[in-house]
């Protein structure tokens, strides 16, 4: 049986190059893009959830063995994180977490399945993982401020991070 722990330290040299890839990756959009990213943050720190989401992305990477795409284009997030893994990110604290998946997004994409992160500070927890055939039967439509999600509670999620090995998922238990 494989275990990784589920939760991760972000160290301040991955915490740097985080703000690095994420302000790239925002600032790479057409301003128009930016704006309507996610309508939750202010103009002035549009790069936040890009950040946010490379961090989750850097925390899945070292303990996949994989390498954060640095690549920057215009419509970044066309590309699956890791080999048809999705790497979602969250930083709501509730029990009601969610997995949450743009439509506009999940319309474009079609990835093997999703990992939920969840962010304070410089800590990541995996919260856990889900294929897309079982979210595709699982997600419900909500509206988080200007942006519909298709969504799922993180208890509905396997404790499991998938890995790409060898063109093979391995499944990964989560020791808590």
Not at 24 to 33: A, D, G, L, M, V
Not at 104 to 132: A, D, Q, W
Request: glycine share 6%.
């Amino acid at each position: 049986m494989y275990m990784i722990s589920a939760k991760y330290i972000l160290s301040e040299s991955e915490i740097k190059l985080a703000e690095k890839i994420g302000r790239r990756r925002c600032f790479s959009k057409n301003r128009t893009i930016v704006q309507n990213d996610s309508g939750y943050h202010q103009e002035r720190d549009r790069s936040f959830p890009h950040v946010i989401g490379v961090k989750a992305e850097i925390a899945y990477a070292s303990v996949a063995g994989k390498t954060v795409n640095q690549d920057y284009f215009e419509f970044t997030g066309d590309q699956d994180d890791f080999d048809g893994i999705e790497v979602k990110t969250s930083t709501w604290r509730g029990e009601d977490i969610e997995l949450k998946v743009k439509v506009s997004e999940y319309r474009r994409k079609n990835p093997i399945g999703y990992v939920l992160c969840r962010l304070i500070g410089n800590e990541v927890t995996f919260m856990g993982s889900i294929n897309r055939k079982r979210f595709d039967n699982e997600k419900y439509l909500r509206k988080h401020k200007f942006v519909e999600n298709y969504c799922v509670l993180a208890k509905q999620l396997s404790p499991k991070l998938p890995v790409k090995i060898d063109s093979k998922i391995v499944l990964f238990d989560l020791k808590q």
